[in-house]
């Protein structure tokens, strides 16, 4: 049995001496049977004969199972195959260390077996029939290889096929005496010839409150269904946080520090053979983000009073930054504004340009993720409309219409109005209707 869940993964591989074939003797040699039944799990625990009866005999073989199956491991194998070519097929091997795991060396071993041979054996299950050479390998958490080996089989297992099964296991290496196995692994007839992802999924640095996406890439000759996992959890779309469980992209919104785990996968299964392939395992990281505890307000001031907007964020042992804007544009303190990389913004002696929406972005120095507070709404009242030139109370198109009559004259012309000399030059030109535009919609009528 193999269960390549980490950290709960075991592997059983087990040996039958049918015949004399030197890849057996030395295997038997290796584990030092001295008598039948000899029973290895793991390579680390082993029994030799059997007790008095069978429930005794069976009673032991589950201790001795229990006690490897809650052995944590950190590694995983893949296998798939391809044809090459008559009765010979190819055999890849993916080895890989779980994040979190252990740097190891280990030695990768590939045996072909055959069910239900030979006809007349009193056990007739995974029986040997050949052998490739092994291999060391070393790697590091997160690390994958892929070890490949050429099987061609033999007439009584070609005559067979459907009783044909590769076996893989990966132990630590050694050439003297029994060695613990990290992990095994089992493909039956037909092979599985997987997709080929061409892309794999990338770990992601996220702040709380962002949007994060997973995406994987297949060769687009496999038509293929996707199923995206976080470890032994299947994720499904619920419409607010989860999206594309069963696309090629997979997209959290909102993340919140729950969200990080460094097991986000996505299960690839091509449609023709329901061969499925994991992708890379690899990791969400979230960073807190500043949680606004106070929001700024609307405000409504009349021309030349103070007003001022606060703010502020929950403790949480970050140096908070503060930066205020104005209509998504950063404000800085000029003597008239003050405070705009404070937690209170004030301007000293409002001005009708002054009117528009205010916010503040709160970042934390250590980590970089910032937040912006709700938008609030600054209403400015003017006390008078410097570009009313008919003196209506207002500035519209009427006042316009004075001043392009106006236009271009000077004081002592025939079409001179000295109420369109709005900037008190004695000439009607650029620079007043530049007044009356910034002033343009004010309205002191009640």
């Given amino acids: 049995m193999m269960i390549d869940n980490y950290p709960d993964s075991f592997a059983g591989v087990y040996y039958y001496n049918y015949s004399s074939d030197p890849w057996m003797s030395a295997r038997l040699n290796f584990y030092h049977v001295t008598g039948v039944p ?60 779980e994040p979190g795991g252990e740097a190891k060396t280990m030695r ?8 239900h041979w030979p006809s007349g054996a009193s056990y007739f299950r995974n029986v040997f029939k050949e052998a490739a050479a092994t291999e060391d390998v070393t790697l590091s958490p997160e690390d994958c290889q892929v070890v490949q080996r050429d099987f061609t089989f033999d007439a009584d297992s070609w005559n067979q096929q459907n009783d044909i099964a590769i076996l893989a296991w990966a132990q630590v290496p050694s050439s003297s005496g029994p060695a613990e196995i990290y992990q095994g692994a089992i493909m039956r007839w037909p092979f599985c010839v ?56 997979l997209m959290l919104v909102d993340v919140i520090e729950a969200d990080e785990a460094e097991d986000y996968y996505c299960l690839v299964t091509k449609i023709e053979n329901d061969c499925a392939l994991a992708s890379d395992q690899v ?18 001031v009349d021309v030349g009073d103070p007003v001022f907007f606060s703010a502020s964020v929950e403790e949480h042992g970050f140096t908070e930054q503060y930066q205020w804007r ?3 544009v ?10 705009s990389q404070t937690s209170t913004l004030l301007i000293t002696s409002v001005e009708s340009g002054d009117a528009g929406e205010y916010d503040c972005v709160v970042t934390y120095a250590e980590n970089g993720c910032s ?33 392009l009559a106006a236009w271009c004259t000077h004081d002592g012309d025939p079409n001179w109005n ?23 919609g004010c309205d002191l009528n009640p």
Wanted: aromatic share 8%.
């Fill in 194 to 249: 997987p997709a080929n992802i061409t892309e794999q999924p990338e770990s992601v640095d996220a702040c709380s409150g962002e949007t994060v996406i997973f995406s994987v890439t297949v060769d687009p000759v496999d038509e293929v269904t996707y199923q995206w996992w976080r470890g032994e959890t299947e994720l499904v779309d619920d419409g607010e946080h989860v999206f594309g469980a069963t696309t090629d992209e």
């Fill in 38 to 97: 000899t029973v290895w799990f793991d390579g680390v625990i082993s029994r030799v004969g059997v007790y008095g009866d069978v429930q005794q005999t069976y009673n032991w073989y589950r201790s001795a199972y229990n006690t490897r199956q809650g052995v944590p491991t950190d590694v995983t194998i893949q296998l798939s195959g391809e044809h090459v070519s008559g009765q010979t097929y190819r055999v890849y091997a993916e080895v890989c260390v």
């Fill in 330 to 339: 950063d404000l800085t303190d000029d003597g008239r504004i003050l405070g």
């Fill in 418 to 440: 000295p109420n369109a000399d709005l900037d008190a030059d004695g000439h009607v030109g650029h620079g007043d209707l530049g007044i009356l535009l910034s002033d343009y």
């Fill in 371 to 403: 937040s912006t507070s709700d938008a609030a709404t600054l209403t400015v009242i003017p006390t008078e409309c410097p570009g009313d030139i008919d003196g209506d109370g207002d500035t519209d198109h009427s006042d316009l219409g004075e001043l």
């Fill in 108 to 115: 990768i071993y590939m045996i072909q077996v055959l069910d």
């Fill in 283 to 300: 990791a969400l990281t979230v960073e807190a983000s500043p949680i606004f505890s106070l929001q700024p307000s609307d405000q409504t």
């Fill in 326 to 328: 104005k209509d998504d």
